[in-house]
């Protein structure tokens, strides 16, 4: 089975650029989810939709971040414009269930490293 | 506020030994808790997950347990090899939300 699907792997943008980040979740998984960390953190979650419906967005910087998941599968998220703060691994996860509980098993892709200069 | 709490500091052992981590949270009420592994490069890998009505758990080398009176998780690996070393993860599922710790890193040395 094929996993969660990122990229690309690594981005350098120079401050008050635009980057966008594609995601791929693993077939027929209902419940996707976006989330940052920063080094020496754990992941927060940023945004998590469940088929292409928004579930939580709550710690969604929505002036700066925006995602949306057509057709229920893929995935992109935006930052426009970046900032020296937005520097993060932004991590990828999905999983079956179409209940959009957290108790669902997560799988997470190996995250987009972004460095904000 | 809100707060998960893991060792701050990282984790060396022998071979064979056991490693105790530990996760602490204040103002949560978590009707689950999972404990996750991360490689460098890597995303978190999901390991276990405990409910609030369960005060242990296994799986092969892995032992979880859940005190919601102390409002504490610890996650034991025992008879550890260089395999084992990792970053470990604990998260909290609260309010259908998943809340992770820093994590702690453990080396293991043959």
């Known amino acids: 089975e094929a996993g969660v699907a990122q990229s690309p792997r690594y981005k350098i943008i120079e401050k008050r650029q635009s980057v966008a980040f594609w995601c791929n979740p693993i077939s027929g998984h209902a419940t996707l989810y976006w989330y940052q960390q920063i080094l020496g953190q754990g992941p927060k979650l940023l945004i998590q939709?469940?088929?292409?419906?928004?579930?939580?967005d709550s710690q969604l910087p929505k002036d700066r971040f925006s995602a949306e998941r057509l057709k229920g599968v893929d995935s992109t998220l935006k930052i426009q414009p970046a900032k020296l703060e937005d520097s993060a691994v932004y991590l990828c996860?999905?999983?079956?269930?179409?209940?959009?509980?957290?108790?669902?098993?997560?799988?997470f892709g190996p995250g987009t490293r972004l460095t904000v200069l | 506020s809100q707060k998960i709490e893991q060792n701050s500091e990282a984790l060396n052992i022998q071979e064979g030994k056991t490693a105790t981590l530990t996760c602490n949270y204040t103002?949560?009420?978590?009707?689950?808790l999972q404990w996750y592994r991360q490689d460098p490069g890597r995303g978190p890998v999901f390991l276990l997950l405990?409910?609030?009505?369960?005060k242990e758990k296994r799986k092969e080398r892995l032992k979880v347990t859940f005190d919601t009176t102390l409002k504490q998780s610890l996650f034991h690996i025992t008879a550890s090899q260089p395999a084992d070393s990792a970053t470990y993860l604990c998260?909290?599922?609260?309010?259908?939300?998943?809340?992770f710790g820093a994590g702690t890193t453990v080396t293991v040395r043959a």
């Open positions: 103002n949560y009420s978590p009707a689950y």
């Open positions: 939709f469940q088929n292409n419906g928004v579930v939580d």
């Open positions: 998260a909290l599922v609260s309010d259908y939300k998943l809340s």
């Open positions: 996860a999905s999983s079956l269930g179409t209940s959009g509980r957290a108790t669902d098993t997560q799988y």
């Open positions: 405990i409910r609030e009505n369960e």
